[in-house]
């Protein structure tokens, strides 16, 4: 057959999509607070304009920080926010230093990738699930109105990932209903994503595979920015996070691709009659 892997997944009903451009769909009506499904391969429309919201900076660059780079590359906007610093990731380097390191890599590497580095205070591992981390966030979607958000898969071993998805789920909520009154007006997200992080596998299934072959290597240089990015913690993340987008890149017919899981409620095909 003359049909590729990247041609079945964008056709394959309740499977995988791939995404590189292509045919477009006019958005569905949307209830406020309430993200909308769309019908697939609706290409990278998705990925115009993107907000990253992670526990700690290594999260927002390595494992979701490509979606970043394709909405800036292509003239979009992108934004990497962090609810904490991650200013105990290292075992060697006192806290309040490392957690200036980070920091300071984040805003360089958002630089590299023509995006904004944002940044919540909490401390790493006591990222708090409340009201107060929730507006916050709210606030921080509001005031920049990013179409598409990622963030943490709700698997995970760390408390702060599992913290970090409960938190976005309300401030998602809370962001899109004009009924509640904040400094700026409601803004709701079109599209929400699960990335692919290797701390957050349990029940993780990938339906949709976005082509970052344009961008890889700014990702990559972005990332290379931070001190952890190398091993320096104990985990070779520059060889897992390369590597597997080369491996999603295979399954997706694309050089390189990251995968990522759409919120169960936008898991929606429209199909219409003739």
């Known amino acids: 057959m003359g049909s590729t892997r990247r041609d079945f997944l964008a056709m394959a009903g309740g499977s995988a999509v791939a995404l590189a451009g292509g045919k477009t769909f006019p958005n569905p009506a949307q ?30 660059f390595f494992a979701m920080g490509a979606p970043v780079a394709v909405a800036t590359h292509s003239g979009g906007q ?14 060697k380097i006192p806290a309040d230093q490392y957690g200036e390191l980070q920091r300071q890599a984040a805003e360089k590497g958002a630089g590299i990738m023509s995006a904004k580095a944002l940044f919540l205070h909490y401390r790493d591992g006591e990222i708090p699930v409340n009201e107060e981390a929730k507006f916050a966030v709210c606030d921080f979607i509001r005031e920049n109105k990013p179409d598409t958000v990622v963030t943490h898969w709700k698997g995970s071993w760390h408390k702060d990932h599992r913290a970090c998805y ?46 970052i072959t344009a961008v890889c290597d ?31 890149g295979c399954l997706s017919n694309f050089q390189r691709a990251v995968s990522l899981m759409s919120a169960e409620d936008q898991r929606v095909r429209r199909i219409g009659t003739p």
């Open 166 to 211: 409960d938190v976005v789920q309300d401030a998602l909520f809370y962001a899109g209903l004009p009924a509640i009154a904040r400094k700026e007006p409601a803004h709701t997200v079109k599209r929400l994503y699960f990335a692919n992080n290797w701390e957050d596998a349990n029940d993780f299934v990938a339906d949709t595979y976005l082509d």
């Open 31 to 60: 209830l406020p607070g309430h993200a909308g499904g769309e019908n697939v391969n609706s290409g990278q429309r998705d990925f115009s304009s993107v907000m990253v919201i992670a526990a700690h900076p290594g999260d927002a």
């Open 78 to 91: 992108g934004w990497l926010l962090s609810l904490s610093l991650g200013e105990r990731g290292s075992a």
């Open 218 to 248: 700014q990702w990559l240089n972005a990332c290379a920015v931070f001190p952890m990015w190398r091993g320096e913690n104990g985990f070779r993340y520059n060889d897992y996070y390369s590597s597997l987008a080369i491996g999603q």
